[in-house]
Every structure is written in C-alpha cells, then in structure tokens.
C-alpha cells in the first residue's frame, strides 16, 4: 500500500469545501502504487481518487501532466481528468502536500495480462504518442539517461547487500548505455510508467489509462520499450514473443516505427530495464519508517536487462523484417 502521508477527516472535509464536487461520505488509502499517497473518496456526488504528491513529484511538474490528462481526453484517449477547485486550481497543498483530486476511472487492471491486453496497450500507446504532438508544455525527462547515475551513486555502496555483484553489474551497463544512447529518434510526449497496474481494461476491452506523474518528453520508443519490459514477461521470467508481437504491431498500425526506432529497440529496452532497476533499488535501499508500502522488486529488472542484453535484433521481440507490420 502506498500511503505516505495521511489526512485526517476533518482536513480532507474542509478541502473538499473549496471545491463543488460534493460533501465527503468515506475514505480510505489505496492499497497499491508505490510513488505517491492515494486515497478513493466517495463524496455525495460520486468517486474520486485523490493524490498527495511525494518525493519524486516536483510541484513545478504539477501542470505538466495534470494538463496533458485534459489534452489527451480532449483527442480520445481516456484517462481520469483533474476537479478544479473554486479557485480554478488543480492542485493546491492538503497534509503539506501538493493534492490532487481524479475523477475515478471504470476498470481493472490486469493481474495476468494476455496477448489480447498486449494489443491494447500497444494501441493505447500508440494514440497517446499520436495525441501528444501538439501539447504545448514541455517537460524533460528527469528519469532518462542523464538521471542514472545519481540514482546509481545513492544506491551503490549498498547495492551489493541486495545481490553479490549487482553494483559492479550496474556500473558496466551504465558505461555502456551512456556511451550508446541513442540521439537521432523521434521524440514526443511519453507516459514513460505504462505498467499492467496503470492500464484499465473491462473485460479485453481497455478503458484507460492512469499515472501521469512520470509523463515527460522523451524518446517515443523508450516508452515502446518500457512496455515491452512491463507486459511481456512472465513469471517465470521467460519473454513472451507472442505478447511482444501483439504489443509492437498493435502499436505499428497507429504509428509506425521507423528502421532506426526498431533497430534500436534493444538498447533501448536495457535503458528502460536499467531505469526501473534503479528506481526500485533506490526505493528498496530507502524504505521511510512507517510508511505503508511494499518496495518493488529491484531484482526483476537485472533478470529483464540480462535478457536484452543478450538479444541479438529486433527479431527477438517477434518483428519478422524491420518495417513490417501485420
Ligand atoms: N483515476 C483512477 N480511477 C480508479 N482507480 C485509480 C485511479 N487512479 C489510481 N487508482 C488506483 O490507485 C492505484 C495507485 O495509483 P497509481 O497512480 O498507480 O499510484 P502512484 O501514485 O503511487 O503511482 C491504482 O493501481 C488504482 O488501483
Ligand atoms: N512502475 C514502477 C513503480 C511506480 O509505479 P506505480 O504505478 O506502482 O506507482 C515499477 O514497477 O518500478
């Protein structure tokens, strides 16, 4: 469970005063996400999910997505969308937080995502990449290259308590990716998170898509290799070709990737292995006293990035000739 920061009843009540989406009925904190303090509220006028932003959240950043929410809807990707307060504001400070209230989204995420989810969400992507070339904020990707090493250099004295080795590990791959990564592909607006638990879906069919707090300017492919990692692994840790061709074709016939995007779809899928590694490492290493939250496996993603690196092309990821699309 992610709950951080907790508000007390009366504070949430008086909150809601300023704003005109009804009186408060219940509330209790959301047993899952690891980033921020979220609660569901039932207020008299129906559901809603409220955030108080924490550490990795700048409240600068704040309007960066909680626009691009109301951008991306107003194109047909569904995605929750921000209450403004009397005051015209989606945000204001609730607990010493930056807060902000979402209306609730219909849906589950999937425990066990299939091909069938794999090809929604390559889709979905796709769209969202489509309806982000006009937004007209800009945010740099704090989490892409030039964020590793930092990340690395607070984890690194006690990396290897996690697994022997790991620190060493990690420093040859962050060589290696700094020394290779990629200049010259598109760029665009990224969800940059677009795990199972951020994708609804009823039944097969997807509803939407939740967690912009991470959404940015990056690579677009990155974001296509992020879901690679995310989607198309299993349990036992094997790469699921299946999924991964249902992702990255459901994906090429909204927007195709070019030679280069596929070419580098490898490296890239190290980038986005390494990036997650890092973060749950740091989180794992870090965990504040009495917080309610169960640390990610960093240990998933050395598995994950040990395969990429083994990968010889893109036709590892089941994508026959480079352009093609089924
Ligand atoms: N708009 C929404 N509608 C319904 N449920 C939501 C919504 N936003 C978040 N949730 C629930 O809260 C959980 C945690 O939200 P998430 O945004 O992933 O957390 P974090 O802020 O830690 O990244 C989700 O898995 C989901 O169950
Ligand atoms: N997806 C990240 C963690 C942050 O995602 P959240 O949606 O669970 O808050 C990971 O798996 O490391």
Redesign the pocket.
């Known amino acids: 469970m992610?709950v951080y920061t907790d508000v007390a009843a009366e504070d949430l009540a008086d909150f809601l005063k300023g704003y005109d989406i009804g009186e408060l009925l219940s509330y209790k904190g959301?047993a899952?996400?690891?980033?921020?303090s979220?609660f569901?509220m039932h207020t008299s006028q129906g559901a809603f999910?409220l955030?108080l932003y924490e550490k990795r959240v700048a409240v600068d950043d704040l309007p960066y997505f909680l626009s691009l929410m109301a951008h991306l809807a107003e194109r047909g990707v569904r995605c929750?969308q921000p209450a403004r307060n009397r005051k015209g504001e989606v945000y204001s400070e609730l607990a010493g937080r930056p807060a902000a209230i979402?209306?609730?989204?219909e849906g589950m995420?999937p425990r066990r995502p299939n091909a069938a989810h794999c090809t929604g969400v390559g889709e979905a992507l796709a769209k969202m990449h489509l309806a982000g070339h006009d937004f007209p904020l800009f945010r740099k990707n704090p989490l892409s290259v030039e964020g590793w090493r930092p990340l690395f250099d607070l984890a690194a004295p006690r990396a290897d308590s996690v697994a022997p080795g790991l620190q060493d590990f990690i420093a040859r791959e962050l060589d290696h990716l700094e020394a290779c990564w990629p200049k010259d592909l598109s760029l665009g607006v990224i969800h940059a998170?677009l795990f199972p638990?951020?994708v609804?879906f009823l039944g097969d069919k997807l509803s939407g898509l939740?967690?912009f707090?991470f959404s940015c300017n990056d690579i677009l492919a990155y974001d296509v290799a992020i879901c690679l990692n995310a989607w198309c692994f299993e349990a036992d840790h094997s790469f699921n070709v299946t999924k991964a061709r249902a992702l990255l074709n459901s994906y090429g016939r909204e927007r195709q990737l070019s030679e280069a995007e596929q070419e580098a779809l490898p490296l890239l899928a190290r980038g986005a292995a390494l990036r997650f590694l890092l973060t749950r490492l740091v989180d794992f290493l870090n965990v504040p006293p009495g917080a309610l939250v169960k640390p990610k496996d960093p240990l998933e993603y050395v598995r994950k990035l040990r395969f990429h690196q083994n990968v010889a092309s893109v036709r590892d990821y089941g994508l026959t000739q480079p352009g093609y699309v089924a």
Do not use: K, R
């Not at 979402?102 to 989204?105: D, E």
């Open positions: 992610a959301i899952e996400g690891v980033e921020n979220n569901l999910i955030t929750p979402i209306n609730f989204l995420w998170d638990d951020n609804f939740i967690d707090p």
